[in-house]
């Protein structure tokens, strides 16, 4: 069984850089398919960051290209992703997910259970 | 970036109805389009993918159609645990998008 596991600090300051780590367990990364984050602030919608495979190759969501970077390990079987420069709008709970498919034809059928960042001083 | 859109944005039914869901694209996405429930405080989950296939242990009252720009979700007779927010969502082109999701409740 496919199991995606959130971690990374709760709190981050305005400003500051969040970082997150997806662990994947019941499947290697290096098998396939792209890797992604998605996030939900309270109360509302589902947001896609980016995604990456395991070669390192990634698509990122222009509103945050900026700002936005996502990585893979294979050794450990993980991808991270860090958040430059955050506001209080970066609040959400961040999902990891596997993304089944091809770039253009994909679905995500796996996901963490969600971890939330709340950005404050 | 494509735009989805659900309606309707919520709805109250009871259990046994029969529920239809439905969402546009901004532009053609063929039937690259997928179906997740959402549950308070959960993960989402995948329900429907390539608009039309059933995810593996989903029950079969959950069911997708259409293409192009106009796609439904129906569930043949609501059961208690199918009370949830449903998103749907295009994989045609980065950045994937959401619609902004329809709250189920009971009526």
């Known amino acids: 069984q496919v199991q995606l596991q959130e971690s990374g600090p709760g709190l981050v300051k305005p400003s500051e850089t969040l970082s997150l780590t997806c662990a994947v367990s019941?499947?290697?990364?290096?098998?396939?398919?792209?890797w992604g984050w998605i996030r939900q602030p309270p109360g509302k919608g589902l947001e896609w960051i980016g995604n990456?495979?395991?070669?390192?190759?990634?698509y990122y969501n222009p509103s945050l290209i900026s700002r936005v970077t996502i990585s893979v390990d294979t050794s450990k079987n993980q991808f991270s992703l860090k958040l430059t420069s955050v506001t209080a709008a970066d609040t959400a709970v961040y999902y990891c997910?596997?993304?089944?498919?091809?770039?253009?034809?994909?679905?995500?059928?796996?996901w963490g259970q969600g971890t939330l960042v709340t950005v404050s001083s | 970036d494509i735009q989805m859109t659900q309606s309707p944005s919520s709805l109250s039914a009871s259990v046994g109805d029969r529920v239809t869901i439905t969402c546009r694209a901004g532009?053609?996405?063929?039937?690259?389009l997928n179906w997740y429930q959402q549950k308070s405080g959960k993960a989402p989950k995948l329900l429907i993918y390539?608009?039309?296939s059933l995810q593996s242990g989903v029950p079969s009252r959950f069911s997708g159609s259409g293409s192009g720009t106009d796609f439904t979700l129906t569930i043949s007779s609501l059961q208690p645990e199918d009370f949830a927010t449903y998103y749907c969502?295009?994989?045609?082109?980065?950045?994937?998008?959401f619609g902004q999701g329809t709250k189920l409740e009971i009526k």
């Open positions: 997910a596997r993304e089944r498919g091809i770039v253009g034809a994909s679905d995500l059928d796996y």
């Open positions: 019941g499947y290697s990364i290096s098998s396939g398919y792209y």
């Open positions: 990456i495979f395991h070669s390192g190759s990634t």
């Open positions: 532009q053609s996405i063929s039937s690259y």
């Open positions: 390539a608009a039309s």
């Open positions: 969502q295009q994989s045609y082109n980065t950045p994937y998008s």
